[in-house]
């Protein structure tokens, strides 16, 4: 019995085109196969954790008491953000407030400094948010890059603050728990 007979088939059986258009078919999925499971590992390797804070000024007391609904203390996992209609993987951990101080600095003829407060019963709340980001070179949370003078919204189903400076940035590397 020969290899390949007289019409090109193998064994007999099978066409050298055909084994030719299999085999190529098992690598492609091979390749793929690797490559899927490659990027799964290496995009856990490399995420990182970030824990953030977020200033907002002048915010009234009223929506600071509506946040406080769903942005639990450290016990809690806190309120999701989202950005563009998706959930984020980023969570709001806790707000704290103080009185905010701001208001309009002037100086007279004669050098003395005034200042008029301009927002009175308003208050500054500062966000504590955590974020799994893949990568650590952006720090991309949503749409919005993560860098300590940055604005920042912090926007989740309940509740949006605009104009939020980024005070503080801390990363960490992500491990499965």
């Known amino acids: 019995m020969k290899l390949v007979d007289e019409r090109g088939k193998l064994f007999g059986k099978l066409n050298i085109i055909d084994l030719l258009v299999i085999l190529l078919l098992i690598v492609a999925v091979a390749l793929i196969g ?11 390797a490399s995420r990182t954790i970030l824990t953030y804070t977020v200033e907002v000024e002048g915010v009234d007391k009223e929506v600071y008491e509506g946040i406080k ?19 984020v993987d980023a969570y709001v951990t806790s707000v704290t407030a103080t ?9 007279d003829v ?3 400094t005034l200042t008029f ?6 208050l500054d709340l500062t966000f504590t948010i955590q974020a799994n980001v893949v990568n650590a070179v952006t ?4 749409t919005q890059e993560v860098r300590i003078g940055k604005t920042h919204i912090v ?7 605009s104009n939020g400076i980024i005070t503080t940035c801390e990363a960490e590397p992500w491990t499965e728990g």
Request: proline residues 5%; charged residues 25%.
């Open 34 to 44: 690797w490559k899927v499971t490659r990027k799964d590992g290496a995009s856990n």
């Open 69 to 87: 609904a769903y942005v639990p203390g450290e016990s809690g996992i806190g309120d999701q953000l989202m950005a563009n209609g998706e959930m």
């Open 99 to 107: 009185p905010h101080e701001g208001g309009i600095t002037m100086t």
């Open 110 to 112: 004669n050098g003395t």
């Open 117 to 122: 407060p301009v927002e009175e019963d308003t």
């Open 139 to 142: 720090n991309e949370v949503g």
């Open 155 to 161: 926007k989740t189903v309940h509740f949006e603050l």
